[in-house]
């Protein structure tokens, strides 16, 4: 059956048109996005949900999504989508980091000219009939300091539009190097400096618990007497009273202002200063934007649906449409080596080390580690993915490494998988071969060669004569075939291992019995999903 993808909010009809040709169903209801009731009521039926900034995606949206696997963010900020929420239940989450960045880039300038030019006030005025030359004395931007919080793709753009201004440009962003700074141009300097120094301050940084807020009372008393403010970034960005305190008494003399705490905004304690220039979010709204965005949304979201690949996702790693057939069959050798350790452990994991060797060091390891924690995590949470498997790791507290490493044996590439409790560290590797099936290769450092079934039997004992028959005699007692048998030793007489690869599961009774013996130290029921 064909996926579905439900497009919530007005994206470019080009978004349609390229989800039809990859063969995807597709509903465009462009306002369904404000109708929370209605939406809630049919997203259960989506695999796709392709989103601008008006479709909330909210924990209750999530619950009610029993189908989604993907949900599309036409432009940058995600902040209208519970990423938790949606990586709980393995949902990915993308988005499209440049498609708006130039358009949102131009709109900070351009408000940066109206603020300083005073020009929507004069275009009402001149329209009005009234000929106010002298109501509208501006100030020219050549040779001021512009002030550049955060740095990223839109931040730089503005840059380097501001430096082709003749404007001396600083930046505040903790991220951004002393290289790339010295290549915009621009001069790197704390949050303090950046408001006593700057005439304009721009805003570009995401929303997060970090830069919530960062204009308000305090930092605003820092900003230099008749600084002009900019924000194309996020309404929460600043404290809008504490700023529009400061635009009534004059310490600020002017903003631009596109973005608003609460959106749409139809009541804003910033509507009638005469001194503050409004649009409603149209930063990313150009026609080429939103071309781009739409363009690039539904490839990548088609590319996820159908083949698999992962483009921009910000709760997965990326995995392109090219790699991704060279890469299944290691995703899953990844899982059933997590799966075999997550069904042997019986106490809480405290630290994991995922080696990587020879070939399968040089792939997308990200992806490898997020396929191996979601086996492992599987036998105790039966719905993760390898989008929900880290964030479950990490919340039980366990370190992850992972570690790369050249060809050391007779293997192209192999994983190994080692795993840390309280009172034991256990390790398995395995390997794939031409045929593309996972194999184990070792356990617990004994050397074998299995096939992976779906209904395996793992065994330790002492490396004593019988074992084989024993256990052969058991299968044929409970009437379960046996399709491939292992057996490997440290030692002659040391420690040793069987893996049985049968055509059903063992019963209970079975491993009662085996124990009886007194010959097995433990032997374990294992199940492994080997569909493709
Ligand atoms: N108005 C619009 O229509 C519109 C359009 C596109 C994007 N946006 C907003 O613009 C934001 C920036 O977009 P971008 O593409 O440049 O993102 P980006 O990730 O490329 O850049 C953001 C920069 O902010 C920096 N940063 C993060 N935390 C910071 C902090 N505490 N202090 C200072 N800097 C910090 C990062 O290091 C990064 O360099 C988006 O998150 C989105 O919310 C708005
Ligand atoms: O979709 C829009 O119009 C706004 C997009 C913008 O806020 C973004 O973060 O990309």
């Not at 993808?5 to 404000?34: H, M, Q, W």
């Not at 005025?125 to 001021?144: L, Y």
């Not at 256990?471 to 040391?494: E, S, Y």
């Amino acid at each position: 059956m064909a996926p579905r993808v439900l497009v919530s909010d007005a994206l470019s009809p080009t978004a349609v048109e390229i989800f039809r040709k990859n063969g995807i169903e597709v509903d465009y209801e462009p306002s369904l996005g404000k109708d929370k009731k209605k939406l809630l009521s049919v997203i259960g039926q989506y695999d796709g949900l392709a989103i601008r900034s008006a479709t909330k995606v909210t924990e209750k949206l999530i619950q009610a999504a029993t189908n989604l696997k993907v949900v599309g963010r036409a432009g940058i900020g995600v902040d209208n989508v519970d990423i938790p929420a949606a990586s709980r239940r393995g949902i990915i989450v993308m988005n499209t980091p440049f498609g708006n960045s130039i358009t949102t880039a131009e709109h900070a300038i351009a408000l940066l000219f109206a603020v300083a030019r005073q020009i929507p006030e004069a275009n009402a005025s001149t329209h009005a009939g009234k000929w106010e030359k002298n109501r509208f004395m501006g100030v020219e931007v050549t040779g001021k300091t512009l002030g550049i919080i955060g740095c990223g793709n839109i931040g730089s753009i503005v840059a380097t539009r501001g430096i082709g201004l003749k404007m001396k440009v600083v930046a505040y962003d903790p991220f951004l190097s002393e290289e790339r700074a010295e290549e915009l141009g621009v001069e790197k300097v704390e949050l303090d400096e950046l408001l006593a120094r700057s005439d304009f301050i721009t805003l570009h940084t995401p929303l997060t618990d970090k830069t919530r807020h960062i204009i308000n009372a305090q930092t605003i008393a820092k900003m230099k007497d008749g600084v002009r403010i900019i924000n194309c970034a996020r309404g929460e960005l600043i404290v809008e009273a504490d700023l529009v305190e400061a635009l009534k008494s004059g310490k600020v003399a002017g903003a631009g202002i596109d973005v608003f705490a609460e959106e749409p905004a139809t009541n804003s304690g910033f509507f009638g200063l005469p001194n503050v220039v409004c649009t409603p979010h149209l930063g990313a709204s150009t026609t080429e934007a939103q071309e781009n965005v739409a363009l690039q949304i539904a490839e990548q979201m088609s590319d996820y649906l159908t083949k698999g690949a992962v483009t921009n996702a910000i709760n997965m790693p990326s995995i392109t449409a090219e790699e991704a057939p060279r890469l299944k069959p290691f995703v899953k050798l990844a899982e059933v080596l997590g799966a075999f350790v997550g069904q042997i452990n019986d106490e809480p994991i405290e630290e994991i080390e995922i080696l990587f060797d020879g070939s399968t060091a040089t792939m997308n390891t990200r992806a490898l580690v997020s396929a191996a924690l979601a086996g492992l995590i599987r036998p105790q949470v039966s719905d993760v993915n390898m989008v929900s498997a880290p964030v479950m790791v990490k919340e039980r507290g366990i370190i992850v490494s992972e570690v790369k490493r050249d060809k050391s044996g007779v293997f192209d590439g192999y994983i190994k998988l080692t795993v840390k409790t309280k009172s034991k560290t256990r390790s398995i590797a395995g390997t794939c071969f031409s045929d593309g099936k996972p194999r184990f290769i070792q356990i617990k450092g004994i050397n074998l060669d299995a096939e992976v079934g779906e209904h395996m039997l793992y065994t330790t004992n002492a490396d004593t004569p019988g074992i084989i028959g024993l256990l052969g005699t058991i299968c044929a007692k409970h009437n379960i075939n046996i399709a491939n048998f292992q057996l490997g030793r440290d030692r002659p007489g040391g420690n040793a291992i069987a893996l049985l690869y049968l055509d059903e599961a063992v019963p209970q009774a079975f491993i009662d019995e085996v124990l009886a013996t007194g010959k097995i130290i433990s032997a374990k029921p294992l199940r492994f999903d080997v569909s493709a």
